[in-house]
């Protein structure tokens, strides 16, 4: 059984940073892509930010220059490290990994909120 657990969610100030860690374990295949999505009330998941094997990445342009997201391939964790953080990007931050076998795996989402 493969488990995602996510950690480093919590309260901050605007403009304040968090960082996010996601560890998968368990009976997985490599893992080629790993990522952040994020889901604010009453609207739909978006992509924060992936990470390819190979370390290519690619972010949403609300994020591009604050976020960064890196990956330790040793213990299959990935982190997104997110600064200036604004009101509006109050979510649940859920990770998500992608195998050798293109089976997708979700964690089960940590929550961020920013507010004075």
């Known amino acids: 059984q493969v488990q995602l657990v996510e950690s480093g969610g919590g309260l901050v100030q605007p403009g304040g940073s968090l960082r996010l860690s996601c560890a998968a374990s368990?009976?997985?295949?490599?893992?080629?892509?790993m990522g952040w999505y994020r889901q604010a009330p009453g609207k739909q998941r978006e992509l924060v930010a992936v990470i390819s094997s190979g370390g290519r990445t690619n972010y949403a342009d609300s994020v591009k220059g604050r976020f960064t997201i890196s990956r330790d391939n040793a213990k299959n964790t990935v982190y997104v490290q997110m600064n200036s953080l604004k009101p509006e990007e109050t979510a649940v931050y859920y990770c998500y990994v992608v195998d050798s076998s293109g089976t997708v795996r979700w964690g089960q989402g940590t929550q961020v909120s920013v507010s004075s």
């Open positions: 368990g009976s997985i295949f490599r893992i080629n892509v």
